[in-house]
């Protein structure tokens, strides 16, 4: 009796292990066809007129996201008018920037580097930027390309550019202010002492007050357009003061900081250009609504979310397998690392399955399908690895995607099957 019970109870698990894995495969087909016709190929996008549309890079290592960048602004260039196109960079370094795609000096190079970040030494990152030097050759002041960095994390080329704009209206207090913020400075900026930041940090405030009390002095002397772009160079360096000597939750804040910068860049464009949109690019879990990285209370999409609503329009990126430049986690060296995602139930891993090379996702224009609109608003990874790595992280899921509810946390979303490493560029 007992050797027959055993055997049921062994039937009866092995049914519904073979029932529930028929059950899933046919799910996962479902899917997998619901997927593949919705996909369009990247060069077959469509994208809606936005105030801002956001592009997140799955990682900050590889080519094809900052190639990705390239196509979308160029679609949106040439077929929507957008003129505007900030990055996850320094302010003060985009400011570099924008005078080299406007006809400046230097090279791709030294522009790409100016950015402030080693991830976009790159030899996509020159190209993007001399494409865009090429075609601002050719158009007429009003409809020329701007570059802007949204970030705030060094301060080098935010003194430069506030000094120098000081040593026009105010030399005296140029001379003061030069001294005053030595210790606020790129080659210290990790391992400054935090009474030497908070001077400093006191001294940038002190100074914007100054400002404040002489904008008419200063704007008759310049221009209103100089002295607010001045204006905008001290609050970068009072907010990386902020961040670095303070108690400031960094991520939080550093997210809302950067919202204030695209709200702020939107605001100049419009006012002295007469533009109304904005092309913004940065890591999945900055350009994406919901909030979901660790310890993060209202990432930089949320924001944009809650001030634009729908006029946000945010484009997440998946890749299926993926080899990427980032910095060990133990030597901090930069090299290359691969990671595979799995999961049969994965959009990373459906896509796989279709065998398209990249793939454009529009969540709106697959409500159609109610089972995958279902599917698309359930939980799951994302891909979402930043600067540092390592093995360790790779064989944890956790620790490199974000847990999602895909449809939430953006409008759309592209697909690359096999994202290979960023080139990078030396000195």
Known sequence: MKKKFLIAISLFIMMSLLTGTGFHSEST?????SLKSNLVPVSKMELPSKTIIGFGEATHGNKQFTTLKLDIFKHLVEKQGYRVFAIEGDFGGGQKVN???LGGSGTAQDAAKAIGFTIYNTQEMVDLLSWMRSYNEHQDAKDKIHFYGFDMQRYDHNKYGLLSYLKKVDPTLASKY??????LNDKTVYD???ANVQEGLSHIKNLMERMKENKSVYTAKSSE???ELALAFAEAIKQNATLRGTNANYNNTRD???????IWI?????KYYGRENIFITGHNGHIEKTSTSIGMTTCMGAYLAKTFGDQYYAIGSEFYESSFIANDATTNERK????KNSGNDRLAVLFAHTNMKDGFLDFAKARHDENFTAYLNRAQPISAIGAVFSGLYGKIEKMYTLKMIPAKAFDAIIFVRAATPSVMITD
């Open 99 to 101: 005078e080299y795609i």
């Open 178 to 183: 030069e001294i005053a913020l030595t210790n």
């Open 336 to 339: 290359e690392f691969y990671v």
């Open 256 to 262: 809302h900081y950067m919202a204030e910068k695209v």
């Open 225 to 227: 357009k100089e002295y």
């Open 192 to 194: 400054q002492k935090q």
């Open 29 to 33: 087909n479902t899917l997998q066809q």
């Open 266 to 270: 939107l605001s100049f464009e419009k």
